[in-house]
């Protein structure tokens, strides 16, 4: 490694120490301030990754004498170690993994220390599956179906260039992980209205709206600056979806209420290795008072016999089942729809842990 990336990489995981911020929006910052070229921009994301990954295995070096740069290379190419040290996870997912899977917890941390793959839907309002992915093909973006969700495809070559993709640009797909489109399914067949109650960008509403369009559908959330995010990403789908504020479905009440929790996202370390280090028990106290306070509000919004669709990208259980147990004891009117959904480890789809809560 030269002295340029040694330097550069001691940067990035200094300030990273020191702010926790998203491993993409810092990697980004330091990139535009430093006016870093794209092949040391790889060599950089590749090294930094390593260190979220195998931190544990970066600090055992340093402590045989190596510079932290040094030992993130070593760490690259080592293989052949404790799983504790090549898959490093803070006691927290650590244990959580042991509870919730017994004897596979290693196989499912080492997966989850993995690369998720790149997954998109079809938009059904414009074409099918099978349609897209020929299209795709013929603009060198190679695609295979996903192994559950029906409208899902795994891009296997080009991911590069979806964005930049004409279809993409007429909403015929959206970037969406399996385990989300799996997820949308189960909204309640019958359900006329349904809120979106943490939309984020309006992923799950854009999906649900492209597949059930006898549903109405409003999206909201606290996070109001990313509303015209949804209202485009919409328009350009045809898939129609009215955004409010918080505050303004008032006394309103839903058919099913859609809360997609706030929540740890170990579930998707794939995608977010940093996270691990960044939600501690400290911040997932905070994460699980959140929750609660979606689930209340979703039930302020839900109508008599209706059904609030409760999801998390997390596999610890204080955030799912052990949640969802208090609620329906503190709402004796609301019962779980049975043990809920979790999606497996090892497979293409991310971790996504999904109940339906159906009101008396």
Avoid at 27 to 47: S, V, Y
Avoid at 107 to 112: F, H, K, N, S
Avoid at 270 to 283: A, L, S
Avoid at 294 to 318: E, F, K, M, N
């Amino acid at each position: 490694m030269n002295r340029f990336i040694a330097a550069l990489l001691d940067e990035a995981i200094g300030r990273f120490e020191e702010t926790r911020w998203k491993a993409d929006l810092l990697l980004a910052a330091l990139f535009r301030q430093r006016h870093i070229g794209k092949r040391d921009r790889t060599i950089l994301r590749e090294l930094f990754f390593t260190y979220l990954r195998r931190r544990y295995l970066v600090e055992s070096f340093m402590r045989a004498g190596l510079t932290r740069p040094d030992a993130v290379e070593r760490a690259r190419e080592t293989t052949g170690v404790s799983g504790d040290l090549l898959h490093s996870f803070p006691p927290l997912y650590r244990d959580a993994a042991t509870a919730r899977y017994g004897d596979g917890a290693d196989a499912a941390l080492a997966w989850l220390n993995g690369r998720a793959p790149t997954t998109i839907r079809a938009n059904v309002r414009r074409f099918g599956r099978d349609e897209l992915r020929k299209h795709l093909a013929a603009e060198g973006i190679r695609c295979v179906p996903t192994p559950t969700a029906p409208h899902g495809l795994i891009v296997t070559d080009g991911a590069s260039q979806l964005t930049r993709s004409p279809l993409y640009e007429k909403g015929f797909f959206e970037l969406q992980d399996e385990s989300s489109q799996l997820a949308v399914g189960l909204v309640p067949e019958g359900a006329a209205t349904l809120l979106d109650l943490c939309a984020g960008g309006g992923g799950k509403s854009l999906a649900i709206a492209a597949q059930r369009p006898d549903i109405k559908i409003t999206a909201s959330d606290i996070r109001t600056h990313r509303f015209d995010e949804i209202t485009e990403r919409a328009t350009r789908a045809g898939t129609p979806v009215t955004v409010v504020a918080p505050e303004k479905p008032g006394d309103t009440r839903f058919d099913t209420v859609l809360v997609d929790a706030p929540c740890s996202g170990s579930g998707v370390l794939r995608r977010n290795p940093e996270d691990r280090w960044r939600v501690g028990e400290k911040e997932l106290a905070a994460l699980l008072e959140s929750q609660r306070t979606c689930l209340d509000t979703a039930l302020r919004h839900l109508a008599p016999g209706g059904a609030i669709l409760y999801l998390t990208c997390s596999y610890l259980p204080v955030e799912n089942e052990e949640n969802i147990a208090k609620f329906t004891a503190a709402h004796h009117d609301v019962t779980a729809d049975g043990p809920g959904m979790l999606t497996a480890p090892g497979g293409t789809a991310d971790l996504m842990f999904a109940t339906l809560l159906r009101r008396r």
